[in-house]
Nanobody, 124 residues
Framework: QVQLVESGGGLVQAGGSLRLSCAAS????????MGWFRQAPGKERDFVAA????????DYADSVKGRFTISRDNAKNTVYLQMNSLKPEDTAVYYC?????????????????WGQGTQVTVSS
């Protein structure tokens, strides 16, 4: 049974930083494309970042490029999202996702494996 468990969310002031973690079980992150999405109240789930199983391909949404960094630790079977220079518009529930294919990872799919989400709130 696949489980993705996010942690690291919380309340932070604008300009601050948070690091989200996604601990996987039931699959090896080294064999999957892994990524993060976020969903604000009343809005659709949006792509944030993705990393291919080789680690050589990384993709970011334009809104977070230069501020967020995705990484993976295969030994810990964990994926991270380092978020710096946070803005109030980054406030959302952040979801970890896994998919066997890196292609079109930006499109959220029901067939993805999903975590339960972690709340990030950025105050102005």
């Amino acid at each position: 049974q696949v489980q993705l468990v996010e942690s690291g969310g919380g309340l932070v002031q604008a300009g601050g930083s948070l690091r989200l973690s996604c601990a996987a079980s039931g699959l090896f992150v080294s064999r999957y494309a892994m990524g993060w999405f976020r969903q604000a109240p009343g809005k659709e789930r949006d792509f944030v970042a993705a990393i291919k199983w080789t680690g050589g391909n990384i993709d970011y949404a334009d809104s977070v490029k230069g501020r967020f960094t995705i990484s993976r630790d295969n030994a810990k079977n964990t994926v991270y999202l380092q978020m710096n220079s946070l803005k109030p518009e980054d406030t959302a529930v952040y979801y970890c996702a896994a998919r066997s294919s890196y292609d079109d990872f930006r499109t959220p799919r029901p067939s993805n494996y999903w975590g339960q989400g972690t709340q990030v709130t950025v105050s102005s």
